[in-house]
C-alpha cells in the first residue's frame, strides 16, 4: 500500500492488476484478492483494480493501453530480479518500469515471511 498511495501521488491514473498464473497455486484466489485490493485502495480515487490471466503482463498492458509499470523494490536482491523483467517488457511491448524504493520501516516483508508468519501456530 505504500508503494501504491505513493504512485498514485505521482501519476493521474493507477491500475493495480493482480495476475493468475496456472502454475501457480496463490494464497488466495483472485477474486478474494480484488476485493481486498480495491477495499484497501478505497481511498485513493485515481487508483483501480483489474486482473488477467493466461498471459504475460504486457499483454494486460497492450490491451489496456498501459506504457509504465510501477515495481516497488526492497533492496538490490530485488532490482537484481526485476531489471531483466524491466527490459523484456520494454523490448517486447515499449513498456517503462518505475522503480519506487520501499519505505525502510517495511522493507523486512516480503510474500515469502507474511506466508511462513501465518503458518505459524499462534502463541
Given at each position: ?5 505513493r504512485?498514485?501521488?505521482l ?25 481486498r ?29 498501459i ?28 513498456v ?14 516480503s ?13
Amino acid at each position: 500500500m505504500d508503494v501504491l498511495r505513493r504512485a498514485a501521488l505521482l501519476f493521474d491514473e493507477v491500475v493495480v492488476c493482480v495476475m493468475s498464473n496456472s502454475s501457480k497455486v496463490g494464497r488466495f484466489p483472485v477474486a478474494e484478492r480484488l476485493d481486498r485490493l480495491r477495499t484497501a485502495a478505497s481511498g485513493l480515487s485515481n487508483v483501480t483494480v483489474d486482473s488477467h490471466t493466461g498471459g504475460l503482463l504486457v499483454d494486460y498492458c497492450r490491451r489496456a493501453g498501459i506504457d509504465v509499470v510501477i515495481r516497488g523494490v526492497r533492496g538490490v536482491p530485488d532490482l537484481d530480479y526485476e531489471m531483466p523483467m524491466a527490459r523484456m517488457n520494454h523490448e517486447l511491448a515499449g513498456v517503462e518500469t518505475f522503480f519506487i524504493a520501499a519505505d525502510p520501516a517495511l522493507a523486512h516483508i516480503s510474500s515469502t515471511l507474511v506466508t511462513a508468519m501465518s503458518r505459524q501456530d499462534p502463541v
